[in-house]
């Protein structure tokens, strides 16, 4: 088996997001509720939309992929969300170039993580 498929998560997370979850734990994190209510219910339930496509990739496709968040402030972030057209509240799915918005759905993203494990 070769290395695993990057697929690129993009979009403005709260910090907790970036972070590998199996990490947390280990380094003596919690999740902190408290922090989450800060952020507005829409940016909460973004949050939780991108958690369990995260579980959900790993669920289907196992160690293919590597789901990977990608933060707007950095380098990587800024350049994909202006090739990809990322408008403001909005996460995509970049996978060898392709994007797909989370709205979408999973289903859509699946689509596109198989097709490009067939390539």
């Known amino acids: 088996m070769g290395r695993p498929l990057l697929v690129e998560l993009v979009g403005m997370f709260p910090e907790n997001y970036r ?8 380094c003596g994190m919690t999740e902190d ?3 989450l209510a ?26 293919r992929v590597l789901p990977v968040s990608v933060g707007l402030p ?5 350049w994909l969300s202006l090739r ?15 994007a797909v918005r989370l709205a979408d759905g999973y289903e859509a993203v699946r689509r596109t993580v198989e097709q ?4």
Request: aromatic fraction near 6%.
């Open 33 to 35: 509720q408290e922090q």
């Open 38 to 63: 800060d952020y507005p219910p829409e940016v909460r339930e973004q949050g939780r939309q991108i958690q369990e496509l995260y579980e959900r990739l790993l669920f289907d496709f196992g160690g």
């Open 84 to 98: 990809h057209g990322l408008r403001a509240g909005e996460v995509v799915v970049v996978v060898r170039g392709r």
């Open 19 to 26: 972070l590998c979850h199996r990490s947390v734990g280990l």
């Open 116 to 119: 490009a494990l067939s390539a």
């Open 74 to 78: 950095s380098l990587r972030g800024l």
